[in-house]
């Protein structure tokens, strides 16, 4: 079995910062990239950032400059520090981790249960 979950989510006023944590656990061989996601009510899920076992990041173009993704290889666990938080930044945030359990002959696609995070204006 492998999980994935979040934590860091919470309230805050626009301008603030919060930072997401994510673990990946259980019976894990390999992890490649990982990710956030963030899906707001009525609208689809969308990619906020990734980054790859070596460390290349990918931003989406509304977080740029204001969020930095990063992780710990050594603790399977990916980061999100979101500063300078506007309203429209409220969503469920999600994780996602491309990993090879030990019993599977391939990589599959873990997503964490989400985390919610609230701007006030």
């Known amino acids: 079995q492998v999980h994935v979950v979040e934590s860091g989510g919470g309230l805050v006023q626009a301008g603030g910062s919060l930072r997401l944590s994510c673990a990946a656990s259980?019976?894990?061989?390999?992890?490649?990239?990982m990710g956030w996601y963030r899906q707001a009510p009525g609208k689809q899920r969308e990619m906020v950032a990734t980054?790859?076992?070596?460390?290349?990041?990918n931003y989406a173009d509304s977080v740029k400059g204001r969020f930095t993704i990063s992780r710990d290889n050594a603790k399977n666990t990916v980061y999100l520090q979101m500063n300078s938080l506007k309203p429209e930044d409220t969503a469920v945030y999600y994780c996602?981790?491309?990993?090879?359990?030990?019993?599977?002959?391939?990589?599959?696609?873990?997503w964490g249960q989400g985390t919610q995070v609230t701007v006030s204006s």
């Open positions: 996602n981790a491309r990993i090879k359990p030990f019993y599977a002959i391939q990589f599959g696609d873990y």
């Open positions: 980054i790859s076992r070596g460390g290349t990041t």
């Open positions: 259980g019976s894990i061989l390999s992890i490649n990239a």
